[in-house]
């Protein structure tokens, strides 16, 4: 079973762009998750979608935003980039509320953003 | 909400030593997942253990859900086990998302 895979894998933007990741998920999972990970605030939870749902969302402004497709793909667009947006920024896959309290995710090789 | 601290934030040893990694965690959880996270950013799923003792090779853990700690044990170390390690919960309550610990630091020397 292929892993979670993520596009592109590296990334160079300046200030003021704006920037689209993509996430496909495990075949058969229907959650899938984003963080960031920067070296001062660690591994920070964005959001996660389930069915082309926002299930959940972390405390970032809204220029952070996200959305899954009906073949549970998922995108993640951050506008107006900031210095301080530079970071890895991980997706992560599982088989969404239908597990329960056992569901596990699996991660993503993350896209590693710049802005300059 | 909850907090989730990692100790000891470094740790360096010599190829063959064992080690101990601990998670604290500020409330009660359904769910605690133990990660490693290699070199160049990849986050391995090592176990998913809310409660009791789990197995794998070198790697063991057990989590005291009473007294709310996770241990993760390392045996035999290698130099391919260096990285950071992340312990990561899901409260019971609140807000479903999974918090993440602040990591430890592992750095085996040949």
């Known amino acids: 079973k292929a892993g979670v895979t993520q596009t592109p894998r590296y990334l160079i933007k300046t200030r003021g762009q704006q920037v689209t990741l993509s996430c496909s998920p495990i075949?058969?999972?229907?959650?899938v998750s984003w963080y960031q990970q920067t070296p001062g605030q660690g591994l920070q939870f964005l959001f996660e979608y389930f069915s082309e749902t926002q299930r959940n969302k972390g405390n970032f402004p809204g220029r952070f935003s996200g959305r899954q497709f009906s073949n549970s793909r998922s995108e993640m667009n951050v506008s107006t980039l900031e210095l301080g947006d530079s970071a890895l920024y991980l997706c992560?896959?599982?088989?969404?509320?239908?597990?329960?309290?056992?569901?596990?995710?699996?991660f993503g090789p993350g896209t590693r953003l710049t802005v300059l | 909400g909850i907090q989730v601290e990692q100790s000891p934030p470094d740790l360096i040893l010599q190829e063959g030593a064992n080690s101990t990694l601990r998670c604290n965690f500020s409330d009660s959880v359904n769910n605690l997942q133990w990660f490693h996270q290699n070199p160049w950013g990849q986050l391995i799923n090592l176990f998913y253990i809310p409660s009791g003792t789990k197995q794998n090779g070198r790697l063991s853990a057990t989590t005291v859900a009473t007294e709310r700690y996770s241990l993760l044990y390392i045996s035999s170390s290698q130099t391919t086990d260096s990285g950071v390690y992340f312990c990561a919960v899901l409260p019971n309550f609140g807000n479903e998302k999974l918090t993440f610990g602040t990591g430890t630091r592992l750095t085996i020397i040949p």
């Open positions: 992560a896959s599982s088989l969404g509320p239908l597990a329960g309290d056992t569901d596990t995710q699996y």
């Open positions: 075949s058969g999972h229907r959650s």
